[in-house]
């Protein structure tokens, strides 16, 4: 009686893990003891899926175990790579576990580039081969009832769990064997026959009759509802109609409901209730007899029969000869109790014990993306206080260039150059002159002349897959059923038109600092010369009074060191700014694991806030210690103007010296800025060819997967019929000729198909002159059956009608002389040893040539086309 379900296993093709992980990773993760760990990692993975899925499973614990371990693999594995089609596209085919298809249609196999689905196809596979463990088991033993019990309720949870998410993890209609409604059919099926096996516990440990009635009735129960699945939902798999599923589940409906009634009826004999007990064996009877009638190929019942019949007998026996009980209507019978001991394992990672995290130290990929905004947000801040601290610095370098200090302080004498002036020029000269800022404004266009050849090949193998993937779309209509290229690129070419955008700024900031540069390059040329010519290049001036030991030059001397103090300041606050760290890793971790989720602004702002708040508000302090210390430079040096004596020569030298000092700021400036860009040129190619390296493996994926899809469509349109069925016999082909005899017209012959006439390619044999006039009763001895009549009857005894001549071979043309009829094949019934008159073989022509001249033969009796003419013997 214990015949049990078992599922089979899906199948699933070979992918390689290693090559486009190990790809990811060098590209994502810096070189290193990490980088290492990682693509060791992913050799292990790989290995653990080709024992999963990549060879066939022993029906043992241990194979399952590989299965799990490799299910809670994927499962962590999943948010720590961005598995997608248009990321990292991994593309998974498994085939339908269930004879290839379905009943009503389906897909064969399934290619998709999603995780979710190889998660959901391994986790049937967890469910399948529970089940197989499951059904080899020794239900004789403790033991295996209570293997048997724990492997049919994991498959129930497997099966149940795919039925709650497989439709969200793959977005799209999936194979028979993994829809919801096939997986829920199942994952009743394994915890009805859990159940059973919890009643067969009760029975071998002799338990109460009433909990093992109550077993067996919510045992009979779970096998009705997966009938009832099976036998109103009209997309489930053929397998439950033609593999002994749906009878197998009928009869154990039947067969529980029967052991329950048994059982029950024991109580009621132990509680006096003969009636009662009479009732439900009857009950039971019934049950069993229309098992044995309907079901009796699939389960035997002769044993629970043989038992229920011996206990009827029995029953009725003593209520007739002792207790006379009314025995009461199936319908009166009190409903009998239900104990339900089984429920569907919950699916929770890691299912394995022995799972170990081969990624363990690889964070998840939302802390990456998070760590991504979390690092944008810093940096802009980052940027904005530098900003702002640059900004005044070249202010306030702005303002006491145009007031000539502190060369003016410097140059009292009016006939030597400033030593502010000086140092400047020597600094200039020490990073290189104009000769450094020629290279570096040389560099700018081949670097960005290299970024857009990179941007633009990347963007063009996009187009080019796109126009292919439109026409293939455009050919095979619907029949194309792939996600089309124009939705899959979006992201890709939004960020191609990102990387075009900020090329575009930096062509433009590249022209400014041109500009700059030839603005003050007649300057800057002056620093970097001697310092003799640079002193002649100053014109001199003779100032009336000295200044020396004045109080305002004292003033502006203490002014200008504090505004240098201030400068020195801001360098170092800009070193801390830059230096500043948190891990935000562990917060973000944190989250996580908390609350399943990541709220990155709250988590990004707070700590940004309590780590940039103190700087914040040094910045604004020292832009207002500047401000401050501006306006007195400036009153000062009103002051410090009236009592300096003005002159012509006074003024040039005075304006030229601004001009120096103007140029070195520049200098350092520009040297900065250019300095800047090429670091950003460099930083960009790198971007983009990580950009270029995500747009060749998407468009490789993609070809693979057409080319897939390709195959698929030509072999369904190979197995479609090549012509369109033959159309009606034309009117003169069926309708007999006016020559042809009575018997022939009368025939019940069906009309045979037009044959095909194929015109020969090659040269024929020259045609035989025209035959003599025949007389009209030899013309009618010989005339063929009109086209579409049926053979004439013999006219003496039956000889079998030889079929057709077929048509020669091709082949270089033989020649004929007359007597000789050539070369060319016999009929198919023709016997070469037969001899006719003349001792003679019979000669046939061949097909096309003329009869030989002057040669009658005479009809054949019972031969039913005219004899072919011979050549006479001499």
Not at 596 to 624: F, P, W
Request: glycine share 4%.
């Amino acid at each position: 009686m214990a015949t049990f379900i078992s599922v089979p296993l899906k199948k699933s093709s070979e992918v390689d893990l290693v090559k486009p992980l190990t790809k990811f990773i060098c590209a994502t993760y810096s070189a290193g003891e990490d980088q290492g760990e990682y693509v060791r990692a992913v050799e292990e993975l790989n290995k653990l899926r080709k024992s999963a899925v990549g060879r066939p499973l022993d029906k043992h614990e241990s194979s399952l175990e590989i299965l799990l371990r490799y299910y809670d693999q994927l499962c962590v594995v999943e948010p720590k790579f961005p598995f997608s089609e248009n990321q990292l596209c991994l593309t998974f085919t498994w085939k339908d576990a269930f004879d290839k298809g379905s009943l009503f249609g389906g897909s064969v196999k399934l290619a998709l580039a999603s995780l979710g689905y190889e998660r959901s196809c391994v986790l049937f596979n967890i469910g399948a081969l529970s089940s197989q463990i499951a059904s080899e088991q020794n239900l004789d033993s403790d033991e295996g009832l209570k293997t048997a019990a724990k492997y049919y309720q994991l498959a129930s949870g497997a099966f149940s769990y795919i039925k709650d998410t497989v439709l969200s993890a793959l977005n799209r209609e999936p194979t028979m064997d993994i829809s919801p409604d096939t997986v829920g059919t199942l994952s009743q099926i394994m915890l009805a026959q859990a159940q059973e096996v919890f009643f067969l516990k009760a029975t071998s440990d002799k338990m109460k009759d009433a909990i093992i009635a109550r077993l067996a009735n919510q045992a009979a129960d779970f096998y009705g509802d997966a009938f009832k699945q099976c036998q109103y939902k009209e997309n489930l798999p053929k397998y439950f109609y033609f593999q002994e599923v749906l009878p197998v589940l009928a009869a154990k409906h039947c067969i529980m409901q029967a052991n329950a009634e048994y059982h029950q009826s024991m109580l009621a004999k132990q509680q006096k209730k003969f009636g009662e007990e009479i009732g439900r064996l009857q009950h039971a009877t019934d049950l069993v007899k229309t098992v044995a009638s309907r079901y009796d190929e699939y389960v035997n019942v002769k044993d629970l029969s043989d038992k229920i019949s011996r206990a009827l007998a029995a029953a009725k026996k003593d209520n007739d000869f002792i207790y006379h009980d009314r025995v009461p209507d199936l319908k009166d019978l009190e409903a009998i109790g239900k104990a339900a001991l089984v429920k569907s394992t919950v699916i929770k990672v890691p299912i394995s014990q022995k799972f170990t995290d081969l990624f363990e130290k690889m964070v998840p990929l939302a802390v990456q993306n998070s760590m991504t905004v979390y690092n944008s947000r810093k940096a802009e801040i980052v940027n904005r206080l530098i900003g702002q601290m640059r900004e005044a610095t070249n202010l306030s370098n702005g303002v006491l260039a145009s007031l000539n200090l502190p060369a003016a302080l410097e140059d009292l004498s009016g006939d030597s150059i400033p030593q502010s002036i000086l140092e400047k020029s020597r600094a200039i000269i020490q990073q290189g002159g104009l000769q450094s800022i020629d290279q570096l404004i040389k560099d700018l266009p081949e670097l960005l002349q290299r970024n857009r050849e990179i941007l633009d090949e990347s963007l063009r193998i996009l187009d080019e897959e796109e126009a292919t993937d439109n026409e293939l779309r455009n050919k095979f209509g619907q029949r194309w059923q792939r996600t089309a290229s124009n939705d899959l690129y979006k992201p890709l070419r939004t960020e191609g038109g990102n990387a075009r955008n900020v090329l575009d700024k930096a062509v433009q900031a590249d022209i400014v600092v041109k500009q700059r540069y030839g603005t003050h390059r007649e300057m800057i040329a002056l620093l970097c010369k001697p310092e003799a010519e640079l002193n002649a290049a100053i014109p001199s001036a003779n100032p009336a009074k000295t200044l020396q030991g004045s109080e305002v030059v004292s003033v502006l001397r203490a002014l200008l060191a504090n505004v240098n103090e201030v400068k020195m300041e801001r360098e170092k606050l800009e070193n801390d700014i830059k230096s500043a760290q948190f891990d935000m890793t562990s917060k973000f971790l944190t989250a996580l694991a908390q609350d399943g989720a990541i709220n990155e602004e709250a988590i990004s702002v707070t700590e940004l806030d309590n780590i940039y708040g103190g700087y914040t508000q040094k910045v604004l302090q020292s832009l207002k210690s500047q401000e401050e210390i501006l306006g007195k430079i400036q009153n000062s040096h009103q002051e410090f103007a009236t009592m300096r004596q003005s002159n012509a020569d006074a003024n040039q030298r005075e304006e030229m010296l601004k001009k120096l000092a103007a140029a070195h700021d520049s200098y350092v400036e520009l040297s900065s800025n250019l300095k800047e860009g090429t670091k950003f040129y460099n930083e960009l190619t790198e971007i983009l060819l990580k950009f270029q390296n995500k747009c060749s493996d998407i468009v490789f994926a993609r070809k693979t997967e057409r080319d897939e899809l390709l195959k698929d469509l030509q072999q369904s349109i190979a197995q479609q019929p090549s012509a369109p069925s033959f159309p009606a016999v034309p009117a003169y082909q069926s309708t007999p000729s006016s020559t042809a005899t009575p018997a022939t017209a009368t025939s019940s012959v069906p009309t045979p198909a037009p044959r095909t006439v194929f015109v020969q390619s090659k040269p024929q044999p020259p045609a035989r002159p025209p035959p003599p006039a025949i007389q009209a009763q030899a013309a009618n001895t010989s005339t063929p059956p009109a086209s579409g009549a049926g053979p004439i009857p013999p006219a003496t005894q039956p000889v079998s009608t030889p079929a057709a001549a077929p048509s020669p071979a091709q082949g270089p043309p033989y020649p004929t002389y007359q007597g000789y009829p050539g070369c060319y094949p016999m009929p198919v019934a023709y016997n070469p040893y037969a001899y006719g008159q003349y001792n003679m073989p019979y000669m046939y022509q061949a097909p096309g040539q003329a009869p030989y001249p002057n040669v009658q033969q005479p009809q054949q009796p019972g031969y039913p086309y005219p004899q072919q003419p011979y050549y006479p013997q001499q």
